[in-house]
T-cell receptor, first 111, second 114 residues
Framework: GENVEQHPSTLSVQEGDSAVIKCTYS??????FPWYKQELGKRPQLIID?????GEKKDQRIAVTLNKTAKHFSLHITETQPEDSAVYFC??????????FGAGTILRVKS | NAGVTQTPKFRILKIGQSMTLQCAQD?????MYWYRQDPGMGLKLIYY???????DKGEVPNGYNVSRSTTEDFPLRLELAAPSQTSVYFC?????????????FGNGTRLTVT
């Protein structure tokens, strides 16, 4: 079926360390891969996205890498700060213009 | 622009009651979506629409119906509410699948069925 698997489900890091969240997808036709951040009680907000013709994209402390052959993509956050603590969701476009989300990763940055 | 507007913000339903969750966007987006988010869980796609008059099922459509008579509005209908439908419902819209064309979410509707 069409699904996106996300790991780990929870991640605790020390302030200043890096955090990596990984996702795999099932649909080989997927070509758009966004990442969303959701703070407690709020709506998800886009933080970075990548299309399948690009292998890596960076925006300040955040980067996303994509391996289309292996059908996986990852979010990298460097120099983590307490305000990075939130739930992070990966997503992948599926046939028919659907966007399917992973189950989410709770990131805790300890100061 | 107001973005994506959802009403109501909160609702408590009794088992078997019906209700419509309203969603409107003023960004002239073609794509609109309904997701549900259970506590501590991810977003599950209920229904989506790629344009006025076109709707399709997502991952968890059972117990719901939608319509898309205009570009702006995408209401979600619950006909016979069940406790399993207790969740936070997010409506979202986007212009395209181009990079940096994000999915815009509404603020959500928190629904409790007792």
């Amino acid at each position: 079926g069409e699904n996106v698997e996300q790991h780990p489900s929870t991640l605790s890091v020390q302030e200043g360390d890096s955090a990596v969240i990984k996702c795999t997808y099932s649909d080989s036709a997927s070509n758009y891969f966004p990442w969303y951040k959701q703070e407690l009680g709020k709506r998800p907000q886009l933080i970075i996205d990548i299309r399948s013709n690009v292998g890596e994209k960076k925006d300040q402390r955040i980067a996303v890498t994509l391996n289309k052959t292996a059908k996986h993509f990852s979010l990298h956050i460097t120099e983590t700060q307490p305000e990075d603590s939130a739930v992070y969701f990966c997503a992948a476009s599926m046939r028919g213009n659907k966007l399917v989300f992973g189950a989410g990763t709770i990131l805790r940055v300890k100061s | 622009n107001a973005g994506v507007t959802q009403t109501p913000k909160f609702r408590i339903l009794k088992i078997g009651q019906s209700m419509t969750l309203q969603c409107a966007q003023d960004m002239n987006h073609n794509y609109m979506y309904w997701y549900r988010q259970d506590p501590g869980m991810g977003l599950k796609l209920i229904y989506y629409s790629v344009g006025a008059g076109i709707t399709d099922k997502g991952e968890v459509p059972n117990g719901y119906n939608v319509s898309r008579s205009t570009t702006e509005d995408f209401p979600l209908r619950l006909e016979l509410a069940a406790p399993s439908q207790t969740s936070v419902y997010f409506c979202a819209s986007s212009y395209s699948w181009e990079e940096n064309s994000p999915l815009h979410f509404g603020n959500g509707t928190r629904l409790t069925v007792t």
